[in-house]
């Protein structure tokens, strides 16, 4: 019933900044983007998953967040801090199955880093 591919889409107030985010601090590549309409459409690095923004004068707070696996979470965090990505906190472990690291994009979306540990 189902493609393979997934799409996120976000209502930001800011298309140029949140692209900057999404592309220069976390290495995302632009598919499609109509500044005229205020959407754009990125690749993520995961297979067929994909992230939208649609710019929206008001935004309302999501209590979801937008997971991203990684294979070394202290070193992904790293690299994102020298980007000037801020973490809420540090690495929480839940044993035997995660390491998490949240942070948020320009508009105050959740997004996490993931390791699994199993």
């Not at 990125?42 to 929206?56: P, V």
Request: charged residues 20%; negative net charge; glycine residues 8%.
């Amino acid at each position: 019933m189902y493609n393979s591919g997934l799409t996120v889409w976000y209502n930001v107030h800011d298309l140029e900044l949140t692209l900057e985010f999404y592309t220069e601090k976390l290495g995302f590549k632009v598919l499609n983007h109509d500044a005229g309409k205020g959407q754009a459409r990125l690749a993520t690095n995961t297979k067929d998953c994909f992230i939208g923004f649609s710019e929206a004068q008001e935004l309302i707070p999501s209590t979801t967040s937008t997971t991203f696996e990684v294979e070394n979470i202290e070193q992904a965090m790293q690299t994102l801090q020298q980007k000037g990505v801020l973490f809420n906190g540090g690495i929480r472990t839940i044993p035997g199955l995660v390491k998490l690291a949240a942070f948020k994009d320009p508009d105050g979306h959740d997004l996490m880093l993931s390791e699994k540990l199993i």
